[in-house]
């Protein structure tokens, strides 16, 4: 003979639907903290790099008059916008290397399994707090693998980012010494992760 037990949840379906209403209240983001957004040089920072790295870098005539707003403190954004609605397109001189976006679309299936494993335990009244920083983890962590991930589509170094270059001047620039773009330091890869609401983070 079969058992069958079934569990009453306090609050019957006006309870449910409150529990399911919070959960669905909560946001998983996954980028750069603000704790996390430093870098030596102290003027631009990861996420500005991440910004930067998304959508290219420009020619030296559109990054000088575009360094003049950025100056006043226009945020990059929005000096390109400035840019591009005064001269049109500006060309790159730094490929797109777009990360967090296509990322987390490489692997929304995985992540949707994750928010359906906290989906159920708010269902069944059980805590579902820490299903959802495991889905923010998985989420980070699969932003973090798409900088070496082949489908990730972006353009090699440069010859000369690989073995260096001579400027005009005279002075040597010593290269990366590796075709893979954004890891030679790991910092950018590093100063990935999530929040919850406020209600958790994790690096």
């Not at 020619?59 to 100056?71: L, V």
């Not at 989906?119 to 989420?139: I, K, P, S």
């Given at each position: 003979?079969?058992?069958?037990?079934?569990?009453?949840?306090?609050?019957?379906?006006?309870?449910?639907?409150?529990?399911?209403?919070?959960?669905?209240?909560?946001?998983?983001?996954?980028?750069?903290?603000?704790?996390?957004?430093?870098?030596?040089?102290?003027?631009?920072?990861?996420?500005?790099?991440?910004?930067?790295?998304?959508?290219?870098?420009?020619?030296?005539?559109?990054?000088?008059?575009?360094?003049?707003?950025?100056?006043?403190?226009?945020?990059?954004?929005?000096?390109?916008?400035?840019?591009?609605?005064?001269h049109g397109s500006?060309?790159?001189?730094?490929?797109?290397?777009?990360?967090?976006?296509?990322?987390?679309?490489?692997?929304?299936?995985?992540?949707?399994?994750?928010?359906?494993?906290?989906?159920?335990?708010?269902?069944?009244?059980?805590?579902?707090?820490?299903?959802?920083?495991?889905?923010?983890?998985?989420?980070?962590?699969?932003?973090?693998?798409?900088?070496?991930?082949?489908?990730?589509?972006?353009?090699?170094?440069?010859?000369?980012?690989?073995?260096?270059?001579?400027?005009?001047?005279?002075?040597?620039?010593?290269?990366?010494?590796?075709?893979?773009?954004?890891?030679?330091t790991d910092k950018?890869?590093?100063?990935?992760?999530?929040?919850?609401?406020?209600?958790?983070?994790?690096?």
């Open positions: 003979m079969i058992k069958v037990t079934h569990k009453i949840n306090d609050g019957g379906v006006e309870g449910l639907l409150k529990r399911v209403a919070e959960l669905v209240s909560h946001k998983i983001e996954v980028g750069v903290a603000q704790k996390d957004n430093g870098r030596e040089s102290g003027k631009v920072g990861n996420a500005d790099l991440i910004y930067i790295h998304t959508h290219g870098a420009r020619i030296a005539p559109a990054r000088h008059e575009m360094q003049k707003e950025i100056n006043k403190g226009t945020k990059y954004s929005i000096a390109l916008q400035m840019y591009m609605h005064e500006a060309i790159y001189r730094i490929p797109a290397r777009p990360i967090i976006e296509p990322a987390i679309d490489n692997a929304k299936a995985d992540i949707a399994d994750e928010m359906k494993k906290a989906l159920t335990a708010a269902l069944n009244g059980d805590d579902y707090m820490h299903l959802l920083e495991d889905a923010g983890q998985f989420a980070r962590d699969e932003v973090k693998s798409w900088f070496t991930n082949p489908a990730n589509g972006w353009a090699p170094n440069a010859k000369s980012t690989i073995e260096g270059w001579t400027s005009p001047w005279g002075k040597f620039f010593p290269g990366k010494g590796s075709n893979q773009p954004l890891i030679d950018l890869r590093q100063a990935i992760s999530y929040t919850i609401d406020g209600g958790g983070s994790g690096d």
